[in-house]
């Protein structure tokens, strides 16, 4: 399983520099994913933006055994991730 990302670099300082990260999830154990779409979101659909998009954080840690990832947006969405192996790739 890939994760691909594309992190802006100083855009608070109005810089255009972008870099992409590709994470390999190798074999993955289980997948969570948790929309967390708020009641307005649902009873609204056409006033979600662009921003529902916007990933806040990506945390990649270890229990022990396996490797943990976690893809984190404002409220309550997410996507975690229990794998044997991780590798984290700059494009």
Known sequence: MDLAFVVPVGAASG???ERQVRIEL?????????GG?????TGSPESI?????????????S??????TEVLWEGDRKIEVI?????????
């Open 49 to 61: 933006n662009w921003g529902l998009g916007e990933v806040a954080l990506v945390r990649v840690g």
């Open 63 to 68: 229990d022990g055994d396996h490797a943990c």
């Open 83 to 91: 794998s044997q192996a991780v590798t984290i790739i700059e494009l």
């Open 26 to 34: 190798d074999g993955v154990h289980r997948l969570l994913l948790e």
């Open 37 to 41: 779409l708020t009641e307005q979101m």
């Open 15 to 17: 810089t255009d520099h």
